[in-house]
T-cell receptor, first 109, second 116 residues
Framework: KQEVTQIPAALSVPEGENLVLNCSFT??????LQWFRQDPGKGLTSLLL?????REQTSGRLNASLDKSSGRSTLYIAASQPGDSATYLC????????FGTGTRLQVFP | GAVVSQHPSRVICKSGTSVKIECRSL??????MFWYRQFPKQSLMLMAT?????????EQGVEKDKFLINHASLTLSTLTVTSAHPEDSSFYIC????????????FGQGTRLTVV
């Protein structure tokens, strides 16, 4: 059974810092991995999709890496801003899309 | 990206009644849709996988007679919470993929269900 864990569970930083969010999964037989953002009481916003054959994807200040063999993905957020405050979820796609436990990020001015 | 529309966004119902939530893929055909449930401050828990034209596959611990899923067309899946109780109050969200499991999943806006 696929289990997805995210560390840290919560993070509070001053704006401008570069951040690292971690996601680990137990079954490496996946098609892809997605990172999402969720604002309180809202749905999901897709940030990045990494196919199993890829090592990383970049979008603006976001960079996600994938090491499928070790069951790890990392989301880097460069020069964090207060608007980045949200919960970040990773999800691995095998025979179904399984979500991680989430990282609640707060960036203060 | 592709658009998935979920309706309603919020619903309040009385205990014992049934509530239907719709999930539509607006600009693509979705062979597979997923239904998730999210409790406050927790992650999304997969409830069931819905495949067009066949019965849904439910996750362990999810009552199939309570959470009825119908995926009658390639653009619509519905989740009906039957005989709702206050403990069913939660955030329900669907996702859809247009080429199967190995492609990007797109999510609806979610439905906040409150049972009083």
């Amino acid at each position: 059974k696929q289990e997805v864990t995210q560390i840290p569970a919560a993070l509070s930083v001053p704006e401008g810092e570069n951040l690292v969010l971690n996601c680990s999964f137990t079954d490496s037989a996946i098609y892809n991995l997605q990172w999402f953002r969720q604002d309180p009481g809202k749905g999901l916003t897709s940030l990045l999709l990494i196919q199993s054959s890829q090592r990383e994807q970049t979008s603006g200040r976001l960079n996600a890496s994938l090491d499928k063999s070790s069951g790890r993905s990392t989301l880097y957020i460069a020069a964090s801003q207060p608007g980045d405050s949200a919960t970040y979820l990773c999800a691995v796609n095998g025979d179904k899309l399984i979500f991680g436990t989430g990282t609640r990020l707060q960036v203060f001015p | 990206g592709a658009v998935v529309s979920q309706h309603p966004s919020r619903v309040i119902c009385k205990s014992g009644t049934s509530v239907k939530i719709e999930c539509r893929s607006l600009d693509f055909q979705a062979t597979t849709m997923f239904w998730y449930r999210q409790f406050p401050k927790q992650s999304l828990m997969l409830m069931a996988t819905s495949n067009e034209g066949s019965k849904a596959t439910y996750e362990q611990g999810v009552e199939k007679d309570k959470f009825l899923i119908n995926h009658a067309s390639l653009t619509l899946s519905t989740l009906t919470v039957t005989s709702a109780h206050p403990e069913d109050s939660s955030f329900y969200i669907c996702s859809a993929s247009y080429q199967g499991l190995n492609t990007e999943a797109f999510f609806g806006q979610g439905t906040r269900l409150t049972v009083v």
